[in-house]
């Protein structure tokens, strides 16, 4: 049973939502906080810390402290017990300040004569915003009971910051959060560049009681917040297909954590304490927060994970606020989430200007449909659904992964003329749309272009690609919540056909698995998973699914010639085991009297090492071979091309993985296999134009780098190129790169 009688730490809170409902500027209602806070506690020191900037912490207000040392002293973040306790969102409780770690004495501020310290972080759902000390002549710790009430005052304050409470007055330029201009550094998704307005995903809650008036109604609100967060949850549960396996272990763990009595428990104490129900919930968000970024274990992660976010669900019933908040999609709107699953991405389609999420990684289903429908994309993009606000402009370079947030108009301006510059280029490129890529000595070079979406297809005959080398299959399952059937991919697979009206059309069988786990598949916790239980691994495993889409790929061909690949081969047993099973899957719709391709190639995708050292035999019973760049090159350099320490580490024009390529490249010229490069290098002008060098002479890209790649190929000289780069290996260079640019500096 909660014990409502009043408590110390509701009756500080009682005054000071009286002292923030009177009447004043922002300087004025920190002022009397701190005195109010100083008094109740009997210390002889209260001050308040906000941050200025995002590593800044200014003195705001004091009671104890010289007065003329407000607004005046600084620190940054990690700097000095404050910063401490600013960085780490972690309270300090010292007996004896001057003795702690890291401890700095501000001359100016008047302190040396105080002894005991103690700062609690003013945060909100893991949003810093500044730090709460008390401190006092005498050395003691203060207790447990009044380090909880310090931390429920300053939930309090977190969230009158929020509402711009403290602004006005000194205080003008700071204090309020969601105004200064602010730069993401986030990595690469997709490529290019687009300014817009900003649309969250998810609209941030805004605690507009944090102060309860009365504890029973409160706990009644709250009991009666978390019945219909269960029921929501039963019904959820009840909509899901019995196959639905992932989606409903999440449910089942969501339903596990609304039934757990100590998180019940903990948000009645604070209730007790004289919070609201809502800013209860958000308090032990924050404290989940904070044990999610110390927990080591990553199944701990998560479920501190799954907290958030149920905390998140608890909070929209008990304040009304869902997704849906009647406001109006801005013009030219930059999607921001923390991530962001294919459908709902899909959902909104190509109104988007821009994608930025805090999560995410380059092979992710989001980047994928990113890249498809040619959206600008920046993934770990940290705290930015915290600091951002719909309708604020921003900025999305997705060529540099960075991100500006209400930039200053002299970094717009920048920004316009990089888009402009782009936009001028585009329309050099579209005159040689019709033209082949044929270098000035004749040799010609086949560009293609990537694809995963009817979407995509109408950039086949706008970007001037002379074909799809790679249809991305596995969307159509990363997209849905159960297996698609196979009349339904029959359908898309000749709408596809349909749309590429005569050229060809290389479909890639199903890649999942490692970054691309569908809905419906149980997940495997592999240690590695870009190096397990993926791609054509899996459909050999699971043959029913890849005959299934074997079947689906033949019928949507009704004839026209088809070309299929197969993803990941490590071994040439995985391409014979796979063709077989297409064969015979041909055979038998012929006997069922349907109409079979007179003309089908069979291709491996070339991902893996030990394939540029399978026998010849391999090589021959290709009828072609595209190499899958972006996996070849992790695998080459043993480096994760989802981790950002090591991505960028390794250079593609590497003479060391120029020379593999060379192999393959002969092998494929003894075998008279015709081969082809697909991966982001393959867009990417200079890699392309050393590739056509070396004598590949088909390159698969995303539809927007066709018209560069061939601008470059029809200036340049491949055979010239080639000696230039072999007198660079011949003299010890381990990158290209530069006699290559120099090459195409004096074109």
């Not at 200064?180 to 969250?200: C, I, S």
């Not at 999942?512 to 998973?529: A, F, H, L, R, T």
């Not at 070849?632 to 043993?638: D, T």
């Not at 020379?659 to 490249?665: D, K, M, P, V």
Request: with cysteine; net charge negative; charged share 25%.
């Amino acid at each position: 049973m909660v014990d409502y009688s009043d408590s110390d730490s509701r009756t500080l809170l009682k005054r000071l939502r009286d002292t923030l409902a009177t009447d004043g500027d922002g300087q004025d209602r920190l002022n009397r906080i701190t005195h109010l806070i100083a008094d109740s506690l009997d210390t002889q020191v209260c001050s308040i810390y906000l941050f200025r900037d995002p590593e800044t912490l200014e003195l705001c207000a004091t009671e104890g402290l010289n007065p003329e040392a407000v607004h005046r002293t600084r620190m940054r973040l990690g700097e000095g017990l404050v910063g401490r306790v600013a960085r780490s969102g972690q309270p300090i409780n010292s007996a004896d300040a001057p003795s702690e770690p890291g401890f700095r004495y501000m001359a100016e501020t008047g302190e040396e004569i105080y002894s005991s310290f103690v700062g609690v972080p003013i945060q909100r759902v893991g949003e810093k915003l500044g730090v709460l000390v008390v401190q006092s002549k005498e050395k003691r710790s203060f207790t447990d009971d009044e380090l909880y009430g310090l931390d429920v005052v300053a939930m309090v304050l977190a969230e009158m910051t929020e509402l711009g409470a403290f602004v006005g007055g000194e205080n003008a330029d700071i204090g309020a959060t969601h105004r200064f201009t602010v730069m993401f550094r986030g990595a690469t998704g997709q490529e290019g560049a687009a300014e817009g307005r900003v649309w969250l995903h998810e609209p941030r809650v805004v605690v507009t009681n944090p102060v309860g008036e009365d504890p029973e109604t409160e706990q009644a609100r709250l009991e009666d917040g978390i019945k219909e967060l269960r029921k929501r949850i039963d019904e959820m549960l009840s909509n899901i297909t019995v196959i639905d396996k992932d989606q409903r272990q999440v449910l089942e763990t969501f339903k596990m954590l609304a039934a757990s009595k100590g998180w019940k428990r903990r948000m009645s104490e604070d209730i007790a304490a004289g919070l609201s129900a809502e800013a209860a919930v958000e308090k032990e968000q924050n404290a989940a927060r904070a044990r999610m970024q110390l927990a080591p274990d990553p199944y701990l992660r998560e479920r501190l994970n799954d907290l958030d976010d149920l905390s998140n669900r608890l909070l929209r019933i008990l304040t009304g606020q869902g997704s849906d908040t009647g406001a109006e999609m801005p013009e030219n709107p930059v999607l921001l989430a923390r991530n962001i699953g294919p459908a709902e991405l899909l959902d909104y389609g190509r109104k988007l200007k821009g994608v930025v999420l805090e999560e995410g990684s380059v092979g992710s289903h989001a980047a994928i449909v990113a890249r498809a429908l040619s959206i600008p994309l920046v993934i770990h993009a940290g705290r930015i659904t915290a600091e951002a606000l719909n309708g604020d402009p921003i900025l999305v370079d997705g060529d540099q992964g960075v991100v500006h947030l209400r930039p200053e108009e002299s970094v717009a301006h920048a920004f316009r003329d990089k888009i402009a510059m782009q936009a001028e280029a585009q329309k050099r490129y579209a005159d040689l749309r019709d033209l082949p890529a044929t270098d000035i000595s004749g040799q010609t070079v086949s560009l293609l272009m990537n694809a995963g979406l009817m979407a995509d297809l109408p950039s086949l005959k706008g970007s001037g690609a002379e074909g799809v080398g790679l249809f991305r299959t596995e969307l159509q399952f990363l997209t849905r919540t159960r297996v698609p059937r196979r009349g339904e991919l029959a359908q898309l697979y000749a709408r596809v056909m349909d749309a590429a009206d005569g050229k060809r059309v290389y479909f890639r069988t199903l890649d999942i698995g490692s970054d691309k786990v569908v809905p419906y598949m149980k997940p495997q916790d592999e240690p590695n998973p870009a190096m397990g239980w993926r791609a054509l691994r899996v459909g050999l495993d699971k043959p029913g699914v890849l005959r299934m889409q074997l079947q689906a790929l033949l019928r949507a061909g009704n004839g026209r010639p088809m070309s299929i690949m197969f993803p990941f081969i490590a071994l040439p047993e995985e391409f014979y085991a796979a063709r077989d099973m297409l064969f015979r899957v041909r055979d038998r719709e012929a006997e069922m009297g349907r109409v079979v391709p007179e003309e089908l190639s069979i291709g491996a995708m070339l991902e893996t090492p030990s394939l540029g050292f399978a026998p010849d035999s391999f090589y021959n019973a290709c009828d072609f071979i595209s190499i899958g760049g972006n996996d070849l090159k992790q695998f080459f350099f043993a480096a994760d091309r989802e981790n950002e320490r090591v991505r960028k580490r390794y250079d593609t024009l590497d003479t060391s993985f120029l020379t593999f390529l060379e192999r393959i490249i002969a092998r494929c010229a003894v075998a008279n296999t015709p081969l082809s490069f697909c991966g982001e290098d393959a867009g990417r002008p200079i890699e392309a134009l050393t590739f056509a060098a070396l004598g590949i002479r088909a390159l698969s890209m995303r539809p927007a780098s066709i018209g560069p790649v061939k601008h470059l190929i029809r200036r340049s000289d491949l055979g010239e190129l080639r000696q230039i780069i072999q007198r660079a290996r011949n003299e010890g260079h381990t990158s290209v790169r530069p006699v290559v640019t120099s090459y195409l500096a004096h074109l």
